[in-house]
């Protein structure tokens, strides 16, 4: 407790009494902050950061780290604080940290350079043009990203829910090509594929002629998805404009991967996997009944079993039922278990006269439909007839792709690609 000073007190002795009052209630304050130390540093090459901001966010607290990227924040308040970082030229980051009265908390902050994104370039039927003076829409795919971070068996996978308003509808048996829509259906007589360009080159993309159990294969998933770099999708009426009038169901512009200056560079890339189908299939049913006046048992159909079915009545007299699922039955059941692998390598580099890229991909796929066991015993024991491939696994693929492309620079004008 403080007491005031009466008026009889002499200004040295109300000197001294400001100065205790101010110990006396200064002293809680400072013991209400706190104190928070770290370093900030670079992510690629760990060098410290300097002239980095440190803000205390929801106050006015901030400083500024030194040449040594470290940093000191006092008169914290205690709680939870909110740390942001910002630097030009890296990416802001924020976090939080714990801190208790009168003591110094350490965090320490790993920033990552932000990259200018440039005007974004497209590629059209009249050249190459930055997206914002482009009059139509179109939507940009990068190949290598959409294949790290999904399952890609062909070019159709690639474009599944990647852009809005394309719609791709998935073979339903090995081998068969995908069916994109663009912009819906259009005609009910006339083709609603769109076209592809590849590399500035229109491709043939119609079904092909010969077709089995419903399915027909696309000359469009001769090209492996490895080999791709990125896919612009033109969906827009102006693509008309710029293709024709078969372009009114859309374009898909493929730019393919080519050489760049610089050392050899090798990839390779495998793939496994099981094909299995998962489809529920119900079990068939029999009805089981003896003729009037017979003892002999057989199948009974439902006419047979009507009232009306002949003058005296039923044909067939029902006395038991009988069910066989064959899927569920290993020695009757057509779907097994089958299986796919790919292999592939590439090659490319050059220097900045001639530049090269080669690949090559083996692809295998075996489908889940197989011949019976019991057809199989049929054919070998009886018909005495030997079982060939395409019985036993009617879905099969195989297929070997070799590609190479070489650019020369011959002068400042003019660039030769093969």
């Known amino acids: 407790m403080i007491v005031l000073p009466t008026a009889s007190v002499g200004k040295r002795s109300y000197l001294t009494l400001a100065v205790l009052v101010a110990l006396a209630t200064g002293a809680p304050a400072a013991a209400q902050q706190a104190t928070i130390t770290g370093r900030i540093t670079d992510q690629a090459s760990s060098q410290p950061v300097q002239e980095a901001r440190v803000i205390i966010i929801g106050t006015s607290i901030f400083t ?132 592809y360009v590849i590399d500035g080159i229109r491709m043939t993309s119609d079904q092909g002629s010969s077709f089995v159990g419903g399915t027909a294969p696309n000359r469009v998933n001769d090209l492996t998805p490895e080999e791709i770099e990125n896919i612009e999708i033109v969906k827009g009426p102006s693509a008309a404009t710029l293709y024709g009038t078969a372009a009114a169901n859309g374009v898909i512009v493929i730019t393919t991967k080519k050489g760049r200056a610089g050392a050899p560079k090798w990839s390779a890339f495998t793939e496994q996997g099981k094909l299995q189908d ?106 005495k007839t030997p079982i060939l491939g395409e019985w036993n696994r009617p879905e099969a693929l195989q297929r070997t792709s070799v590609r190479a492309n070489l650019n020369a620079t011959v002068s400042p004008t003019l660039d030769l690609s093969a």
Not at 81 to 107: C, D, F, H, P, W
Not at 311 to 334: E, H, K, Q, Y
Request: overall charge positive.
């Open 64 to 195: 500024v780290t030194g040449q040594d990227g470290r940093y000191t924040v006092r008169n914290v308040p205690v709680g939870t604080a909110e740390i942001q970082v910002l630097r030009v030229g890296y990416q802001q980051q924020k976090k939080s940290v714990r801190t208790i009265a009168g003591q110094t908390a350490s965090m320490d902050f790993t920033l990552s350079q932000a990259i200018v994104q440039l005007q974004e370039v497209v590629t059209t039927a009249t050249g190459q043009q930055r997206r914002v003076e482009l009059g139509n829409a179109v939507t940009n795919l990068d190949a290598a990203k959409i294949m790290a971070n999904s399952p890609v068996r062909q070019i159709g996978d690639l474009l599944v829910a990647k852009a809005p308003g394309v719609q791709v509808l998935p073979a339903n048996m090995t081998g068969g090509g995908s069916r994109v829509r663009v912009r819906g259906t259009a005609s009910l007589s006339l083709s609603n594929d769109p076209i």
């Open 278 to 383: 998962k489809n529920h299939y119900p079990g068939m049913y029999a009805i089981l009944g003896k003729s009037p006046g017979s003892a002999t048992q057989r199948k009974c159909l439902l006419k047979e079993l009507s009232v009306s079915a002949s003058a005296t009545g039923p044909t067939c007299i029902m006395d038991s039922t009988s069910s066989v699922n064959v899927f569920n039955d290993p020695d009757l059941t057509p779907i097994h278990d089958g299986w796919r692998n790919e292999y592939g390598a590439q090659l490319s580099g050059g220097s900045d006269a001639v530049r090269y890229f080669t690949s090559g991909s083996f692809e295998n796929e075996i489908g889940p439909l197989a011949l019976p066991t019991f057809s199989k015993s049929e054919i070998t024991n009886i018909l």
